[in-house]
């Protein structure tokens, strides 16, 4: 994948992190309790977190044309769908078995962020 399509892909799940945030913060706050809001929130922090980490791959990739930025990209990607969508939506449904789910895409975060540390030493 190019470097503009990381890009994209992180600007678009920062945009979504700040909107989860907002819809969290505002039209939430009145309706969940306070361990769910603070589940949603941990989504929402750590899908921003990640968007940023998309943009810096995009950028990285950018500058090393040759270098592999598909794993860490696909590892931040993925890890930003499960981990964040899993909470977000045990926080909408209340349903508690999504949150075995959650550490799927915490150990994607740790993949991608290994595998951009190893491919940013072989570059």
Do not use: D
């Not at 470097?3 to 945009?15: C, D, I, K, P, T």
């Not at 964040?84 to 895409?105: D, Q």
């Not at 290994?114 to 072989?122: G, N």
């Amino acid at each position: 994948m190019i470097a503009r399509h990381w890009l994209v892909l992180g600007a678009l799940s920062g945009f979504v992190s700040v909107a989860a945030g907002a819809f969290g913060a505002h039209a939430l706050k009145a309706r969940l309790a306070p361990e769910l809001l603070a589940v949603f929130q941990t989504g929402a922090q750590y899908q921003m977190y990640h968007a940023l980490a998309l943009v810096g791959v995009g950028l990285w990739a950018a500058q090393n044309p040759g270098a592999s930025a598909g794993v860490p990209g696909w590892c931040f990607t993925a890890g930003s769908a499960i981990f964040s969508g899993s909470l977000y939506a045990l926080a909408l449904t209340g349903t508690r078995w999504l949150g075995a789910i959650t550490p799927l895409g915490g150990l994607l975060f740790l993949a991608g962020w290994l595998s951009l540390a190893v491919a940013a030493w072989r570059a």
